[in-house]
T-cell receptor
Framework: KAGVTQTPRYLIKTRGQQVTLSCSPI?????VSWYQQTPGQGLQFLFE???????NKGNFPGRFSGRQFSNSRSEMNVSTLELGDSALYLC??????????????FGPGTRLLVL | AQKITQTQPGMFVQEKEAVTLDCTYD???????LFWYKQPSSGEMIFLIY??????QNATEGRYSLNFQKARKSANLVISASQLGDSAMYFC???????????FGPGTRLSVLP
């Protein structure tokens, strides 16, 4: 079974631009979560989607948004990019919504560099 | 308040020896799950092992075992017979029982020496 895939793997943008990252979950998984990883802040939760509905949202500004499609694929968008948005963006999928024992499986990540 | 603490920023271990990576957590929820992930330099987070708060026995997965001490709120990862390929960042994570998101610790960088 194929794992979580993320596209693109690497991205370079300039300040003020916007970016869209894509995530395809493991087949059969309906929950997708997004994380931002930086050396200074570590792994921070962005949002979680299940059945096209946002179930949880982390403490990020409104410039960060996401959505999930009927095939469970998810996209996240960052508008008006700032230098501090440079990070590794990780997507994770799980079978169901946020449950205590629901293991998340991660994709390879998208490395975003904002110049 | 930080919910997951990993006090060892970096650790070294000799190949073929066992190593313990520490993780303590903070929650008032009686229902929670604890997870360990490995992140090689490539960036992908690899799931290693899971322990539920109500599980009576410590979880094991191959060379990985979780030393779960509920009263102390610790969930240490034990890697037996370390291999060079075990060199990576290791993250402890928790999910509480109220439909909350994953919370990750700061990670421990493990280096396995030949």
């Amino acid at each position: 079974k194929a794992g979580v895939t993320q596209t693109p793997r690497y991205l370079i943008k300039t300040r003020g631009q916007q970016v869209t990252l894509s995530c395809s979950p493991i087949s059969g998984h309906r929950s997708v979560s997004w994380y931002q990883q930086t050396p200074g802040q570590g792994l921070q939760f962005l949002f979680e989607y299940f059945s096209e509905t946002q179930r949880n949202k982390g403490n990020f500004p409104g410039r960060f948004s996401g959505r999930q499609f009927s095939n469970s694929r998810s996209e996240m968008n960052v508008s008006t990019l700032e230098l501090g948005d440079s990070a590794l963006y990780l997507c994770a999928s799980s079978l169901g919504p946020a449950g205590v024992g629901e293991t998340q499986y991660f994709g390879p990540g998208t490395r975003l560099l904002v110049l | 308040a930080q919910k997951i603490t990993q006090t060892q920023p970096g650790m070294f271990v000799q190949e073929k020896e066992a190593v313990t990576l520490d993780c303590t957590y903070d929650t008032s929820d009686p229902s929670y799950g604890l997870f360990w992930y490995k992140q090689p330099s490539s960036g992908e987070m690899i799931f290693l092992i899971y322990q539920g708060s109500y599980d009576q026995q410590n979880a094991t997965e191959g060379r990985y075992s979780l030393n779960f001490q509920k009263a102390r709120k610790s969930a240490n990862l034990v890697i037996s017979a370390s291999q060079l390929g075990d060199s990576a960042m290791y993250f402890c994570a928790m999910r509480e029982g109220r439909g909350q998101n994953f919370v990750f610790g700061p990670g421990t960088r493990l280096s396995v020496l030949p």
